[in-house]
C-alpha cells in the first residue's frame, strides 16, 4: 500500500501530462499548468533535503571522530557562516532579516554573502575544475596512442580539431591556395563538426531519444519502480 | 589499461610544462588573429537580424567553474543586444546563474550607462526544475516569476509590459553548461514555442548540440568554448576577455599536441622492445 | 576598509586558488580544507539562493500576502514537508507521493520533449536531398551525415547478430564515433585549457598585477 499509491499518483500526473500535450483544453491543461508551479516548489524541498542529508553525513563523521574528521567540520563551518549571513543581510539586492546590513556592506564593499561568492566561492569552484586541464594533459600523453585504424581516425580528427580551433591553426594553413582551401585547418575543422561530428552525435541523441522513452513509459506504467527505494 | 605507464616525475613534469605555456603568452601575448566560424556567425546574424525594442531571453545556466568560457559570451551578447537596442531578461536554471548574470550586467552597465534596470535588462533569478520550469514559462512567466531578484513585482517591471509568455519573447539565447541548459531550450522555447533558440555552450559540451543546427533551425548558430567567444567579440568589434586569451589557448593546444606526440613515441618504443630483444638472442 | 577588504578578499582568492592547486604535487591537508570548505559553501550558497530565489516568492510570499487566492498552494508545501520526511527513516514511506509526483511529471514531460525534439525532428533533419544543395562540400558532406547517422543508429540498435553483411554498417557506425569522440576530445582539451586560462589571469592580473 505504501507503494501502489505513489504509483498511482505517478500513472495519473504521467497520463495527464501526456493527455493535454494532445488535448490542450480544460482541465488537462490547467491541471499540467498547476502540476509544473507544484513542480518547482517541491523541487525546493528536495534540494533542502540534500542539504540536511550533507549536515547529517557531516556531523556523525564529527561525533564518530572519522578520518579527517576536522576537514568535515570546516565543511560545516562554511556551510552554516554562508546561511547565516545569508539570512542576516540577503544576497544581491534582497534584504535579509537584518535588512540591507547597510553598515557591513560598506566595511566590506558588498554584502557578506556576495563577498564571499566572489571571493571565495568563485575562487574554489573554477580552480577545482582547471586542475582537470593537468590530468587532460597527462592523458593526452598516456592514452591517446595509435593502436588500431578506429584509434587512427580518433587520434587525427583529434590533433585536426585541437589545431583547427586555435588562432594558431589558422596561421598555419592560412597560405594555402584558394583551390586547397578545404584543407584549411579552420575549415576542415568545422567540416568535420558539421558533418561527421553531428552524424554520429545524431545518431547518439536518436538511439538516447528512444531509450528514454522507453523508460519513461516504464515509469508511467509502474514497470519501473526504483525511484521509490527499498519496501522498508 | 595505457602502454605508458608514466612515472610522478614525468607526471609533474607535464603539469609544470603545461602551467608554463599558458603563463608565458598571457604575459607575452603573440596577437594571432582569430577567424570566426560559421555556427559563431549564424548566432550573431540571428540575434543582429532583431529589430530594435526585441525583448530577449538570456539564460544564465552555468557556475563560476566555467565562466571563464562562458562569462565573455555572456557579456558580448549582451553588448551586441544592447547596441541593437534589444531588451534582456536574464534568467538562470542553475542557482549560481543570478549571480554571474549580476557580474554581466555589472560589467556591461558600465559600458552602456544609459541602460535602466527594469526597462531594457531585468534579473528574475534561480528556478529550479529544468525543463518543466520553461515549460511552465510557456504558460506564464508571471507565475514563474512572481518576482524578481530585488523583490520588485513582475507588473512594476516596465519591461514586461508585453510580455506575458514565453511566445512574447523575440528570442532565447541561453549560455550553459551542462544540464539543465541549451537542451531544455531548444525542447521547449523553439520546438514547442517556437521562439528562436542560439546561445553558447562549453566546449566539452558543444558538439553534442551540433545536431540541433539544421534546417529545422531547432538552434541558430552555437558558440563552442572560449574560442567561439573571441569569435564573437571580434564580430561586434571589440577586444574582450576571451580574445586576450586566445594566445595562451594556441600554445597550450601546441604543447598538448607534442605531449601526443612523444607518448606515442614511448609507447612505439616500449611495444617494439621486447620483438628485438627477441630478435638478438 | 572596503578597499583593504577588497584587497583581502583578492588575497583570500589567491591563497584557495593555492590550496586547490597542491593536490598537483600530491594529497595534502591544504587541498582538503580547501575541497571541504568549497562543498560547504556550495551547500550553503544553493540553500539561500533556494529560499530567496524559489520558496520566498513562488511560495510564502503567495501565501503570506494573497492567501485566498493561493491556498491551492499549500497542496505543494505540504508534498515539499513530505519530501523532508525522507530524513526520519519511520516516516520515509511519506517522501514517495511528492517523488511520485515529481518523477511522473518530469517521465511525461521528458518522453513528449524527446520524442520531438531528439527522435522526429532529428530524424526530419537527416531526410534531405544532398543532390539538391548548392556546394560540392555541403553535398558530399551531407551525404556523410545521412550514412553516419544512420549507421550510428543500426549500430546502437540493430540486434541480429552483426557478422557478415550485416557487420558493414556497424563497421561504419563506428567510424563515425571515432571521429565524433576524437572531436569531443578536442573540444575538451579545449575546454579544459580555457578554464586554467582563466585561473591563471586572476592570479596575473588581480592578484600580481603583472597584466592589465
Not at chain 3, 527513516?89 to 511525461?108: E, M
Not at chain 3, 565524433?180 to 589571469?201: D, H, K, N, P, Q
Request: net charge positive; charged share 15%.
Amino acid at each position: 500500500m505504501k507503494k501502489n499509491i505513489p504509483l498511482l499518483f505517478a500513472f495519473v500526473v504521467g497520463i495527464i501530462v501526456l493527455a493535454s500535450e494532445f488535448i490542450p483544453h480544460r482541465p488537462f491543461n490547467s491541471i499540467t499548468e498547476t502540476l509544473q508551479n507544484w513542480f518547482m516548489i517541491i523541487s525546493g524541498f528536495a534540494i533542502l533535503l540534500g542539504q540536511i542529508s550533507l549536515v547529517r553525513v557531516n556531523v556523525s563523521k564529527i561525533r564518530n571522530r572519522s578520518r579527517d574528521w576536522q576537514f568535515y567540520l570546516a565543511c560545516l563551518i562554511s556551510f552554516a557562516l554562508m546561511v547565516i549571513i545569508g539570512l542576516l543581510w540577503g544576497k544581491q539586492e534582497a534584504r535579509g532579516i537584518l535588512g540591507q546590513g547597510a553598515a557591513i556592506t560598506a566595511n566590506l564593499g558588498s554584502k557578506p554573502f556576495d563577498y564571499l561568492f566572489d571571493n571565495v566561492y568563485i575562487h574554489l569552484s573554477a580552480t577545482m575544475f582547471s586542475l582537470l586541464a593537468f590530468f587532460i594533459a597527462s592523458a593526452a600523453y598516456r592514452a591517446f596512442i595509435i593502436r588500431s585504424f578506429e584509434s587512427n581516425l580518433l587520434m587525427i580528427t583529434g590533433v585536426i580539431v585541437i589545431l583547427g580551433r586555435t588562432s594558431m591553426g589558422s596561421m598555419l594553413t592560412g597560405w594555402l591556395p584558394a583551390r586547397l582551401h578545404f584543407l584549411h585547418l579552420p575549415v576542415l575543422t568545422d567540416f568535420i563538426m558539421q558533418y561527421p561530428n553531428s552524424a554520429a552525435q545524431r545518431a547518439i541523441m536518436i538511439s538516447a531519444a528512444l531509450g528514454i522513452l522507453g523508460s519513461s513509459l516504464r515509469i508511467i506504467l509502474g514497470i519501473e519502480r526504483s525511484y521509490l527505494g527499498s519496501d522498508k | 589499461m595505457s602502454v605508458n605507464q608514466n612515472t610522478q616525475t614525468e607526471r609533474r613534469l607535464i603539469f609544470l610544462l603545461l602551467f608554463i605555456a599558458v603563463l608565458v603568452p598571457l604575459i607575452f601575448p603573440i596577437g594571432w588573429k582569430t577567424e570566426v566560424s560559421p555556427h559563431a556567425k549564424m548566432a550573431y546574424d540571428m540575434i543582429d537580424s532583431k529589430p530594435e525594442g526585441s525583448v530577449a531571453i538570456l539564460s544564465f545556466d552555468y557556475e563560476p567553474s566555467t565562466m571563464t568560457e562562458l562569462q565573455p559570451m555572456a557579456t558580448a551578447i549582451i553588448e551586441h543586444a544592447w547596441s541593437k537596442g534589444h531588451k534582456i531578461i536574464a534568467t538562470a536554471l542553475w542557482p549560481q546563474g543570478p549571480q554571474v548574470a549580476d557580474l554581466a550586467f555589472k560589467e556591461m552597465a558600465a559600458k552602456f550607462p544609459d541602460k535602466v534596470y527594469g526597462e531594457d535588462y531585468v534579473n528574475l533569478g534561480y528556478k529550479p526544475g529544468g525543463m518543466v520550469t520553461i515549460q511552465a514559462m510557456g504558460k506564464s512567466l508571471k507565475d514563474v516569476y512572481p518576482l524578481d531578484i530585488n523583490g520588485k513585482k513582475y507588473d512594476d517591471l516596465p519591461i514586461f509590459k508585453n510580455i506575458r509568455a514565453l511566445r512574447d519573447v523575440t528570442y532565447a539565447a541561453s549560455l550553459s553548461s551542462g544540464v539543465p541548459g541549451i537542451k531544455e531550450w531548444i525542447m521547449v522555447a523553439h520546438d514547442v514555442h517556437s521562439v528562436p533558440v542560439t546561445g553558447g555552450t562549453t566546449a566539452v559540451s558543444a558538439p553534442g548540440f551540433l545536431p540541433y543546427i539544421n534546417n529545422q533551425n531547432q538552434l541558430y548558430g552555437l558558440l563552442g568554448g572560449l574560442k567561439a567567444a573571441s569569435e564573437y567579440e571580434i564580430m561586434i568589434g571589440t577586444v574582450g576577455p576571451a580574445t586576450v586569451k586566445m594566445d595562451a589557448q594556441s600554445i597550450a593546444h601546441l604543447l598538448i599536441l607534442i605531449f601526443i606526440l612523444v607518448g606515442n613515441i614511448k609507447a612505439w618504443r616500449i611495444r617494439h622492445k621486447p620483438k628485438q630483444q627477441a630478435g638478438t638472442e | 576598509m572596503a578597499e583593504f577588504m577588497q584587497v583581502f578578499g583578492i588575497w583570500l582568492g589567491a591563497f584557495f586558488t593555492f590550496c586547490i592547486y597542491s593536490f598537483l604535487y600530491k594529497d595534502n591537508p591544504f587541498y582538503k580544507f580547501g575541497e571541504q570548505v568549497f562543498v560547504g559553501l556550495s551547500a550553503g550558497y544553493w540553500l539561500i539562493v533556494i529560499i530567496y530565489d524559489t520558496l520566498i516568492p513562488n511560495l510564502f510570499t503567495k501565501l503570506i500576502f494573497d492567501f485566498n487566492n493561493n491556498v491551492i498552494l499549500l497542496i505543494p508545501a505540504a508534498l515539499g514537508v513530505m519530501m523532508l520526511m525522507r530524513v526520519i527513516p519511520k516516516a520515509q514511506w511519506v517522501s514517495r507521493y511528492p517523488i511520485a509526483i515529481i518523477v511522473g511529471t518530469t517521465a511525461a514531460i521528458s518522453m513528449l520533449r524527446f520524442l520531438k525534439s531528439d527522435l522526429m525532428h532529428q530524424v526530419s533533419a537527416t531526410m534531405i536531398n544532398p543532390f539538391a544543395l548548392p556546394s560540392l562540400t555541403e553535398k558530399i558532406g551531407s551525404i556523410l551525415l545521412i550514412i553516419g547517422t544512420i549507421c550510428g543508429v543500426y549500430f546502437f540498435y540493430f540486434s541480429k547478430k552483426q557478422e557478415g553483411v550485416y557487420a558493414v554498417p556497424s563497421k561504419i557506425g563506428i567510424w563515425f564515433l571515432m571521429i565524433s569522440f576524437g572531436a569531443s576530445f578536442g573540444y575538451t582539451v579545449m575546454a579544459r585549457i580555457s578554464l586554467l586560462i582563466g585561473r591563471l589571469e586572476f592570479l596575473l592580473r588581480d592578484w600580481l598585477h603583472i597584466i592589465n
